[in-house]
Nanobody
């Protein structure tokens, strides 16, 4: 059974930093897209950052310049370094591993981890 486990979330003051980790266990085949999404109450889920196995990256507009995604393929781990956090970053963050970015029928999701940024 495949599991994605996120860690590193929590409560932080505005202006602070957090680093999220997502570790995959089990056998996962043909993964080319590893990404972080987030969803706040009353808002749609949005892409925060994504990275391919080859290292190409994509960032959502809200993340560009503040967040950095990276991965360690050998350890089946993807990271999200978040800096200069703002209250509007408060959301549940989800890790996603997929065959491809738009291959929603062949993907895995973590349970989500809460990030709360206080004023």
């Amino acid at each position: 059974q495949v599991q994605l486990v996120e860690s590193g979330g929590g409560l932080v003051q505005a202006g602070g930093s957090l680093r999220l980790s997502c570790v995959a266990s089990g056998i996962i085949n043909s993964i080319n897209w590893m990404a972080w999404y987030r969803q706040a109450p009353g808002k749609q889920r949005e892409l925060v950052a994504g990275i391919t196995r080859s290292g190409a990256t994509e960032y959502g507009n809200s993340a560009k310049g503040r967040f950095t995604i990276s991965r360690d393929n050998a350890k089946n781990t993807v990271f999200l370094q978040m800096s200069t956090l703002k209250p509007e970053d408060t959301a549940a963050y989800y890790c996603r591993w997929a065959r491809d970015r738009f291959a929603y029928g062949e993907d895995y999701w973590g349970q989500g981890i809460q990030v709360t940024v206080s004023s």
